[in-house]
């Protein structure tokens, strides 16, 4: 087992890639804790980990809000142990609208549960990292990070912001025994913000969903989508000892969009 005797605590782990991780990192011996939203959602996770041998706990938060954020790692503490590894995965996209028409206060909640969160929790879990000389931090970042699309500038400002994070953390973290390294997924449709985002995106461009979605995955060397489980096994690579001498990387897992 990869992550055996780890703790992982995954945000936004009630569903889609989320979930996937933490799914994954159980099977791999890690005892993981989950957060999200929905209690609803994270129970169903850690009921399946359970009841496929694993270990998880739960608790539901709003990790755009300071106090939830602290909550979360002091739960997390308290029911697992020590944090080893931290997957800032938790986001929603927000408005698909233009620049000049997006709401100030939207903005600031997607840049708050993204890069924020992000910034948060690594603050909080890296003083525990760093007295043992070890950990791993995973940002889950987006292609938007690196690829321009329309109607989606806080939620692309954010993504970028957690790559500047990420590599700012790398540099302070690896002579202190801890890695840090992003994930830039390409489409994972499965999900369901992928789904009300391509919804939304196709009555705004005229076509029905099966061509809008055509149509974005023509631009994809593969031709297609990613899948949950391919975000999960890269992630999986990047917070066990496989990848031990890679750190302050973004990892595109997008069927060939972006080549930096």
């Given amino acids: 087992m990869l992550l055996k005797n780890q703790v992982a605590l995954v945000t936004g782990s009630g569903r889609g890639i989320g979930r996937a991780i933490?799914?994954?990192?159980a099977e791999e011996g890690a005892a993981v804790f989950l957060t999200?939203?929905?209690?609803?959602?994270?129970?169903?996770?850690?009921?399946?980990?359970s009841r496929n041998g694993g270990r998880a706990s739960y608790t539901a938060a709003d990790l755009s809000r300071p106090d939830d954020c602290e909550r979360v790692v002091a739960a997390a503490q308290r029911k697992l142990g020590t944090i080893d590894i931290l997957v800032?995965?938790?986001?929603?996209?927000?408005?698909?609208?233009?620049?000049?028409?997006?709401?100030?206060?939207?903005?600031?909640?997607?840049?708050?549960?993204?890069?924020?969160?992000?910034?948060?929790?690594?603050?909080?879990?890296?003083?525990?990292?760093?007295?043992?000389?070890?950990?791993?931090?995973?940002?889950?970042?987006?292609?938007?990070?690196?690829?321009?699309?329309?109607?989606?500038s806080a939620y692309a400002a954010a993504k970028a912001g957690m790559l500047g994070l990420t590599r700012v953390t790398a540099a302070e973290g690896a002579r202190k025994g801890v890695r840090v390294n992003a994930i830039c997924p390409g489409p994972v449709i499965e999900t369901r913000m992928s789904k009300e985002l391509g919804a939304v995106l196709a009555k705004k461009m005229g076509v029905n969903e099966e061509e809008q979605l055509a149509g974005f995955l023509n631009g994809l060397l593969q031709g297609r989508a990613q899948t949950a489980e391919e975000i999960a096994r890269a992630a999986l690579f990047l917070c066990s000892e496989q990848s031990s001498?890679?750190?302050?990387?973004?990892?595109?897992v997008d069927g060939g969009v972006a080549f930096y």
């Fill in 22 to 25: 933490a799914q994954l990192f």
């Fill in 36 to 49: 999200a939203r929905t209690e609803k959602e994270l129970a169903a996770t850690a009921e399946e980990i």
């Fill in 88 to 152: 800032n995965n938790a986001g929603h996209y927000g408005p698909v609208v233009p620049v000049e028409e997006y709401p100030l206060a939207e903005f600031d909640k997607v840049i708050a549960v993204h890069l924020r969160a992000a910034f948060l929790l690594s603050k909080l879990v890296l003083p525990g990292m760093y007295a043992k000389q070890s950990g791993v931090i995973l940002n889950i970042s987006s292609l938007s990070a690196k690829a321009a699309y329309a109607w989606g």
């Fill in 245 to 252: 001498a890679m750190t302050g990387q973004s990892i595109n």
